[in-house]
Structure formats: C-alpha cells, structure tokens
C-alpha cells in the first residue's frame, strides 16, 4: 500500500501563489507517477498535471499550463505543485494521487488518494 497525503492549500487572493506538497510513504518503490487532481464544488473532478518518476516528465491541463508547475523531491517521496497566478476559478480541493503506472490525465489510473487540500482563491 501506498499513502499519500496533502498539505499546503489556504486562502489566496487572485495574482497571488501557493504551493502544495503531497508526501507519499509506504510501497513507494511501487510508485511510478503521481498527479494532481482538483474539484469545485458542483463540478466533476478535472485533471491538473501529472509527473513521471521514471523521467521528471511532466503534463499539465491546458487551464493551468503556464501558471502551474510540478517537481518532485526524490529524497522526500514528495510531490509539489507550484502554483502561480492564481484565478478564482481555481478554487477547488486539490487531490493527490499516486499510480504504478504511465502518468495520464485519467483519475482511475491512479490506486492511492490523499484526502485532498482547500484551496480558495478571492477576486
């Protein structure tokens, strides 16, 4: 088993930055992507970005390319997701996920969940 958890989301105002960290502990040899996820309340969940432990490759959804940013600590087991200019449209919680798979923008190719982190940002 593999846990992940969030940490780092708050309150914001638009223009202003956050940066969130996703830890994963456990089977972590198993682990071959994490991402990031995010919903708004009354919408479906979306894909952020993605990075590939393999190679630090990463992919991000086109509302947040440009603005957002995903690294990895690999001494840490930890993921982060920069978070830059940020619009009232990105309010939502943002979830972590790891997989032992190819990253892709499909949340039901991730196995592990953290139980996500609030992020509001005010116009």
């Known amino acids: 088993q593999v846990q992940v958890v969030e940490s780092g989301g708050g309150l914001v105002q638009a223009g202003g930055s956050l940066r969130l960290s996703c830890a994963a502990s456990g089977r972590t040899f198993s682990v071959y992507s994490m991402a990031w996820f995010r919903q708004a309340p009354g919408k479906e969940r979306e894909f952020v970005g993605a990075i590939s432990w393999s190679d630090d490759s990463t992919y991000y959804a086109r509302s947040v390319k440009g603005r957002f940013t995903i690294s990895r600590d690999n001494a840490k087991n930890t993921v982060y997701l920069q978070m830059n200019s940020l619009k009232p449209e990105d309010t939502a919680v943002y979830y972590c996920?790891?997989?032992?798979?190819?990253?892709?923008?499909?949340?039901?190719?991730?196995?592990?969940w953290g139980q996500g982190t609030q992020v509001t940002v005010s116009s």
């Open positions: 996920a790891a997989g032992d798979r190819k990253a892709t923008v499909w949340g039901y190719e991730y196995d592990y």
